[in-house]
């Protein structure tokens, strides 16, 4: 059974910066390799929207609203992905989910804040 633990979220003032990180389990080594890890957000009362993306390769994609703030990474040894966010506003306020296979994790709260 695959299983997603996100962590890493808190309270953090605006300028700030966060690292999320999203640990996977119930996947073999190969799958996870050959995956691409995304992380989204949400907040009350909108739909969960894509942040950014890493495929099997490193590449990267990210949402215009990050761009340039936010990194994505992961470690495929550890089966692992993180989201380093930089530069944090308050409208980055939401819930992080990480997301790989279609499985979700059950998120971690950002808070941005002064």
């Known amino acids: 059974q695959v299983q997603i633990v996100e962590s890493g979220g808190g309270l953090v003032q605006p300028g700030g910066s966060l690292r999320l990180s999203c640990a996977t389990s119930?996947?073999?080594?190969?799958?996870?390799?050959?995956?691409?890890l995304k992380w989204f957000r949400q907040t009350p009362g909108k739909q969960r929207e894509l942040v950014a993306r890493?495929?099997?390769?490193?590449?990267?994609n990210y949402e215009d609203f990050v761009q340039g703030r936010f990194t994505i990474s992961r470690d495929d040894d550890k089966r692992s992905g993180y989201l380093q966010m930089n530069s944090l506003k308050p409208e980055d306020t939401a819930v992080y989910f990480c997301?790989?296979?279609?499985?979700w994790g059950q998120g971690t709260q950002v808070t941005v804040s002064s």
């Open positions: 890493i495929d099997e390769s490193g590449n990267t």
């Open positions: 997301n790989f296979h279609g499985n």
């Open positions: 119930g996947i073999s080594a190969f799958v996870f390799r050959i995956g691409t």
